[in-house]
């Protein structure tokens, strides 16, 4: 096995344990123990995990992890909150999605809807998402959308102020953020500024906001705040949500769908 596929298989693995051994590891990677210690100290030097005694862990919320090794992580979970968000799109809408994981899955549980199979165009999706746009386009009954700027490695985001010349020219129906953070009193936020900068417009053009987050990501917050939670309308979670959290954005007048 090659140092690349070594490495790609240890982060796909730790986004989806949260922790790895070195013995227990190197015993599934077929390696020896003394490759996997190696390989782990190399990949913490690079800041994508965080080295403990006798293995490793996830980087801290300070830390952003590619969209790649992101991908398994709460997976059947943020399927079904995908299917939910796309439930609440109806056709004929104009849509902006941003980045990340789960409204990458919002925009599958959307390719596949029986009812958004034929128009002119059946849906209009606005994103400043490279993969999104990049899955959607062969769907020649949506019309895409993509912002200019600079791409993100992080996340395939594009931002930056080329993003502007775009939304400002248009109005969306629905803006459906991707959140690594969503509280009551501090709002959506987003690991990085300038996403955060983008996300925040695509939410000024819409008639309304839905977060679609995790249930891990509810009651925290990140660096970079997109909207403050008064600008949502509706949350779609998963049901893991603690109640008491469920209640304080109900009480905050967010409509909150637990799948």
Not at 147 to 175: F, H, K, M
Request: with cysteine; net charge positive.
């Amino acid at each position: 096995m090659s140092r690349d596929a070594r490495w790609k298989r240890l982060l796909d693995l730790l986004v989806e344990r949260g922790r790895l051994d070195v013995e227990g590891t190197a015993a599934e990677l077929g390696v020896s123990a003394a490759t996997v210690r190696r390989d782990l100290d190399q990949l913490a030097e690079q800041q994508m995990l965080v080295r403990t005694r006798g293995g490793a862990v996830v980087h801290g919320v300070s830390y952003e992890l590619p969209l790649r090794y992101r991908t398994a992580r709460r997976a059947p979970g943020k399927q079904r909150i995908a299917r939910a968000v796309a439930d609440l799109v109806a056709p004929g809408e104009a849509v902006g999605l941003t980045g990340g994981t789960t409204t990458t899955e919002v925009a599958r549980a959307l390719a596949v809807r029986g009812d958004l199979a034929a128009g002119s165009p059946a849906l209009t999706v606005v994103t400043n998402a490279l993969n999104i746009a990049g899955e959607l386009a062969v769907r020649p009954q949506f019309k895409i959308v993509v912002t200019g700027g600079v791409a993100r490695a992080q996340s395939y985001e594009l931002v930056g102020p080329l993003a502007d010349g775009v939304l400002g020219q248009i109005t969306l129906d629905v803006a459906v953020l991707g959140v690594v953070a969503f509280d009551v009193t501090h709002g959506a936020a987003a690991h990085d500024e300038a996403e955060a900068a983008v996300d925040r417009m695509l939410c000024e053009r819409a008639v309304r906001v839905v977060v679609a987050a995790d249930s891990g990501k509810l009651g925290r917050r990140a660096f970079a705040r997109i909207c403050a939670a008064d600008a949502v309308d509706t949350l779609v979670t998963d049901a893991a949500a603690d109640a008491r959290t469920v209640r304080r954005f109900e009480k905050a007048g967010i409509r909150v769908l637990a799948v």
